[in-house]
């Protein structure tokens, strides 16, 4: 494996505050409930999430804390819990400056009560964005329950991680498919939620709007990108809403990650690994494999592994983080 000759701050980490027990449901299988079984052992281990920085792996990780992962079996979290997960991260984060940087957890589809939450959880606690899922139910990020989160991340400056959920209906369908299966229906509806957004007018809404989605949805970027009669993200278009949308390195296959600089440019891709639920080894090194094998400059890899997370959420230079 190559060294990487820059540091790597991981955009795409999970973690659930030790207080809040974990939901989530893995799958059938003596292999799926293993492997849940270790994801559940890391998802709360302080220690876990911040060995790779201490080792020297990464420079830095971007913590979020999933709603799925801890919601009732309506699929449904509490408002008040919603706000605790936000002070336990934002405590975290404050223990740890430098290392671990968190985005606000909310409940998108909760209108303006969630729209409040962010505002709080930005201003008061300092976290620096939110994460969101993809859809809720029938609904899309475009609807209108989802509007009033949108726009206070655009007033405020900060992004929107715009995450795969497990889709209604399609996720059964695929489940003898195993964890491809489970890959795809994700990935499908991360793409849709992001041509929702395009197509629902939210970017023309929200000039400020910020929106990482992962390489999940890469085939509805693709179609996004290139449809000659509704192109909407391509750099040469002259929308130009290619500035609103990033995409997350989720897998470093570098043809995928070629494929994400292709169509948004480099200036518009993190580095993110989606710890821990994917734990495989050393994340530097697989970037740093991919980046050389995908063909990306030295400026290139530079803002891909971190200068792109440090000016979406307004770090201080790497010099300066300690």
Same mark, same amino acid.
């Given at each position: 494996?190559?060294?990487?000759?820059?540091?790597?701050?991981?955009?795409?980490? +999970?973690?659930?505050?030790?207080?809040?027990?974990?939901?989530?449901?893995?799958?059938?299988?003596?292999?799926?409930?293993?492997?849940?079984?270790?994801?559940?052992?890391?998802?709360?281990?302080?220690?876990? /999430?911040?060995?790779?920085?201490?080792? !020297?792996?990464?420079?830095?990780?971007?913590?979020?804390?999933?709603?799925?992962?801890?919601?009732?079996?309506? @699929?449904?979290?509490?408002?008040?819990?919603?706000?605790?997960?936000?002070? $336990?991260?934002?405590?975290?984060?404050?223990?740890?400056?430098?290392?671990?940087? !968190?985005?606000?957890?909310?409940?998108?589809?909760? @209108?303006?009560?969630?729209?409040?939450?962010?505002?709080?959880?930005?201003?008061?606690? #300092?976290?620096? #964005?939110?994460?969101?899922?993809?859809?809720?139910?029938?609904?899309?990020?475009?609807?209108?329950?989802?509007?009033?989160?949108?726009?206070?991340?655009?007033?405020?400056?900060?992004?929107?991680?715009?995450?795969?959920?497990?889709?209604?209906? &399609?996720?059964?369908? /695929?489940?003898?498919?195993?964890? /491809?299966? %489970?890959?795809?229906?994700? #990935?499908?509806?991360?793409?849709?939620? &992001?041509?929702?957004?395009?197509?629902? !007018?939210?970017?023309?809404?929200?000039?400020?709007?910020?929106?990482?989605?992962?390489?999940?949805?890469?085939?509805?970027?693709?179609?996004?990108?290139?449809?000659?009669?509704?192109?909407?993200?391509?750099?040469?278009?002259?929308?130009?809403?290619?500035?609103?949308?990033?995409?997350? %390195?989720? #897998?470093?296959?570098?043809? /995928?990650?070629?494929?994400?600089?292709?169509?948004? !440019? $480099?200036?518009?891709?993190?580095?993110?690994?989606?710890?821990?639920?994917?734990?495989?080894?050393?994340?530097?090194?697989?970037?740093?494999?991919?980046? +050389?094998?995908?063909?990306?400059?030295?400026?290139?890899?530079?803002?891909? $592994?971190?200068?792109?997370?440090?000016?979406?959420?307004?770090?201080?230079?790497?010099?300066?983080?300690?």
């Amino acid at each position: 494996m190559l060294a990487a000759t820059y540091d790597v701050i991981d955009f795409h980490s +999970h973690h659930i505050p030790a207080p809040f027990p974990i939901t989530a449901h893995w799958g059938d299988s003596p292999e799926q409930q293993q492997r849940g079984t270790a994801i559940n052992r890391l998802l709360p281990s302080v220690d876990a /999430l911040l060995a790779s920085v201490d080792d !020297g792996d990464l420079a830095g990780r971007v913590i979020n804390t999933p709603p799925a992962l801890i919601a009732n079996a309506n @699929g449904d979290v509490a408002p008040d819990t919603v706000r605790r997960v936000n002070d $336990a991260l934002a405590e975290l984060v404050a223990r740890h400056p430098g290392s671990l940087h !968190g985005l606000a957890t909310v409940d998108a589809y909760d @209108g303006e009560r969630a729209a409040t939450e962010l505002i709080r959880a930005v201003k008061e606690r #300092g976290l620096r #964005g939110v994460f969101v899922e993809s859809a809720k139910r029938d609904l899309l990020i475009d609807c209108a329950q989802a509007r009033p989160t949108l726009a206070a991340a655009a007033e405020l400056g900060v992004p929107v991680f715009l995450h795969p959920v497990n889709p209604e209906g &399609l996720t059964e369908k /695929l489940a003898p498919y195993g964890r /491809l299966g %489970t890959f795809l229906a994700r #990935g499908t509806i991360n793409a849709a939620a &992001l041509i929702a957004l395009l197509e629902g !007018g939210v970017f023309e809404e929200n000039r400020g709007l910020h929106v990482i989605v992962t390489t999940l949805a890469i085939g509805g970027l693709m179609l996004a990108g290139g449809f000659a009669d509704g192109a909407r993200l391509r750099r040469d278009t002259p929308t130009d809403r290619r500035r609103h949308v990033y995409i997350d %390195t989720m #897998g470093f296959h570098p043809a /995928l990650i070629r494929a994400s600089i292709d169509l948004v !440019g $480099a200036d518009h891709v993190l580095a993110g690994s989606d710890w821990p639920i994917v734990s495989d080894g050393p994340i530097a090194s697989r970037l740093a494999d991919a980046l +050389h094998v995908a063909g990306v400059t030295p400026a290139e890899q530079q803002l891909i $592994a971190g200068g792109n997370v440090r000016r979406l959420l307004q770090l201080v230079p790497a010099a300066k983080a300690a």
